[in-house]
C-alpha cells in the first residue's frame, strides 16, 4: 500500500485525479494523437442520488463543499479491493469505477492541475501504478458541509473537510456507481 497526504487546495469545488501524461515532459515518448484526458473533460455531473463523485476516461472529480480553499486529503493506493470501509468517522462514502488512459494519473486541483506540478512534491507518485487499465475509487468525505459555498485564500487556514480516497486496480471495467455509507444526497449545484 502506498499512502499519500496533505492540505491541498479545492478550486471550482474539486480535487481531482487526472491522467495527463502529455502535458508532462517526464513523459516524451508519449505518442501524439494518443487518446487524451481532454476528449473527456469536464467529466459528467453525476446522476441523482450521488454528489461526490464524477469519472470520465482520465479523470476522477471529487466535489468539495468549498468553492475554493485548503482541504485534508490522503490517497491510500491498495493491491486489492478493501474488505471494509476505513476506520473513523465519514459523512458519506461513494465509489466509482475509472479507465486509466497511462500510468500517469496524478492528484490535482479543479483546474486538472496535479499538486506536485508546484513543486511541493506532497503527492509524488501516480495513483495508477499498474498502467493503463481499470480501477475502482472509494472516497470518504468529513465536514464537507460545515463549508458549503466557502471562498478561502492560500494563506487562510485549511477548511474542516477531509478527504480520504482508496484506489485499487481491476481486471474488469465496473462503472456502477455506489453510495456506501451517508443519507441521499441533496443537489449541490
Not at 497511462?102 to 506532497?122: I, K, L, N, Q, R
Request: aromatic residues 8%.
Amino acid at each position: 500500500m502506498l499512502e499519500m497526504r496533505g492540505t491541498v487546495t479545492a478550486v471550482y469545488r474539486s480535487i481531482c485525479l487526472v491522467d495527463d501524461p502529455a502535458s508532462d515532459a517526464a513523459y516524451p515518448d508519449v505518442e501524439v494523437g494518443a487518446e487524451d484526458v481532454d476528449d473527456y473533460l469536464p467529466p459528467p455531473d453525476p446522476p441523482e442520488g450521488f454528489d461526490l463523485l464524477t469519472a470520465a476516461p482520465g479523470v476522477v472529480t471529487v466535489t468539495t463543499g468549498a468553492i475554493r480553499g485548503q482541504v485534508d486529503l490522503t490517497i491510500r493506493v491498495l493491491d486489492d479491493e478493501p474488505s471494509a470501509l476505513a476506520p473513523g468517522i465519514w459523512d458519506a462514502v461513494e465509489e466509482i469505477g475509472f479507465r486509466a488512459l497511462s500510468g500517469y494519473t496524478m492528484p490535482a486541483s479543479g483546474e486538472y492541475y496535479p499538486f506536485s506540478a508546484d513543486g511541493s512534491g506532497v503527492f509524488p507518485s501516480s495513483v495508477t501504478a499498474k498502467g493503463p487499465g481499470f480501477y475502482r475509487v472509494r472516497a470518504y468525505e468529513r465536514n464537507r458541509k460545515l463549508t458549503m459555498e466557502v471562498n478561502r485564500e492560500d494563506n487562510e487556514p485549511a477548511a474542516v473537510e477531509t478527504y480520504l480516497l482508496e484506489i485499487w486496480a481491476t481486471d474488469v471495467e465496473d462503472e456502477d456507481r455506489r453510495r456506501l455509507r451517508g443519507p441521499h444526497p441533496t443537489l449541490l449545484r
